[in-house]
């Protein structure tokens, strides 16, 4: 049967509800892994360092910060930096980059170039294929 008190008027004590409920992407700061922050030289986000201690204990936050809010950890042991922990990136390549390699290449020796065009032209031409006609 119900009084009509609410839990607090009778005394009961309120508890948050179990971890299962919550978000398993939220990070709770007193679980957070004690970091130290570097500033990555070519990329625009924040490299952040941790120990192998705390990478160990707080594994899941680092998977989920790393996945979700796409940080980057560099886990170190004895000081030493050892892995890094970011995410998974599709890798783009553009018209802009092909040429910007191209570029920097060592140009081939003019040997070589000779060569393949003599073994291009003597390379016998390609009969049209019964299928096109």
């Keep these: 049967m119900k009084t009509g008190k609410s839990r607090r ?11 299962s409920r919550r978000a ?14 570097e500033a990555a030289p070519s990329e625009h986000r924040r490299t952040r360092v941790v120990s192998a201690t705390e ?9 989920s910060r790393v996945c979700y809010k796409g940080e980057i950890y560099i886990v170190e042991r004895g000081g030493k930096a050892m892995c890094e922990l970011s995410p998974v990136e599709a890798r783009r390549c553009t018209g802009a980059d092909l040429l910007s390699a191209l570029t920097t290449l060592a140009r081939p020796a003019e040997e070589f170039l000779a060569a393949v065009e003599e073994v291009t032209r003597r390379q016998p031409l390609i009969e ?3 299928w096109e006609k």
């Design 24 to 37: 398993r992407y939220a990070i709770r700061a007193e679980t957070a892994p004690r970091v130290r922050e």
């Design 9 to 19: 008027e009778s005394g009961a004590t309120v508890t948050k509800p179990p971890a």
């Design 55 to 63: 990478a160990a204990r707080n594994f899941s936050d680092l998977i």
């Design 128 to 130: 049209p294929s019964a």
